[in-house]
């Protein structure tokens, strides 16, 4: 368990500048201790680094359809409906419907908002039961 801080003291977190981690001594004196500002106290703690995004779905999803079907899904993404679809993509509301039906079985998913999601990497909600 951590000690507990001083009366009057006050929490303030210490981000590192990108690359800083990779500097000996970075996360040192200067990231830790307590600084006084303006007669209050602050007690450093230094941040973790982010850790970077490693979600696999978003490049999975989108190696899985064809251009194509990228060009359907680009157009669900600018919320466009199926009529809309075929006239900017020239084709027919058939082949748009039968476009979607592929990119839902392929992607596992059964609405156009979960499409949005799998190909730009949101965080996916479970289904209600």
Same mark, same amino acid.
């Given at each position: 368990?951590?000690? +507990?801080?001083?009366? %009057? $003291?006050?929490?303030? *977190?210490?981000?590192?500048?990108? %690359?800083?981690? $990779?500097?000996?001594?970075?996360?040192?004196?200067?990231?830790?201790?307590? *600084?006084? =500002? %303006?007669?209050? #106290?602050?007690?450093?703690?230094?941040?973790?680094?982010?850790? +970077?995004?490693?979600?696999? #779905? +978003?490049?999975?999803?989108?190696?899985?359809?064809?251009?194509?079907? *990228?060009?359907?899904?680009?157009?669900?993404?600018? %919320?466009?409906?199926?009529?809309?679809?075929?006239?900017?993509?020239? =084709?027919?509301?058939?082949?748009?419907?039968?476009?979607? #039906? @592929? =990119? !839902?079985?392929? *992607?596992?998913?059964?609405? @156009?908002?979960?499409?949005?999601? #799998?190909? !730009?990497?949101? +965080?996916?909600?479970?289904?209600?039961?």
């Amino acid at each position: 368990m951590e000690t +507990p801080l001083r009366p %009057g $003291s006050h929490v303030l *977190l210490v981000i590192p500048e990108p %690359g800083a981690a $990779s500097i000996p001594g970075a996360r040192g004196l200067a990231m830790t201790g307590e *600084l006084i =500002i %303006g007669g209050q #106290r602050y007690h450093l703690v230094p941040a973790a680094e982010p850790e +970077p995004a490693s979600d696999p #779905r +978003p490049a999975a999803a989108v190696q899985l359809l064809t251009a194509r079907e *990228l060009q359907v899904v680009s157009c669900i993404c600018e %919320g466009l409906g199926n009529k809309q679809i075929a006239a900017k993509l020239g =084709i027919s509301t058939w082949t748009v419907a039968a476009h979607l #039906r @592929r =990119i !839902f079985a392929k *992607l596992g998913v059964d609405t @156009r908002a979960a499409v949005v999601s #799998r190909c !730009f990497g949101a +965080p996916s909600v479970p289904p209600l039961p």
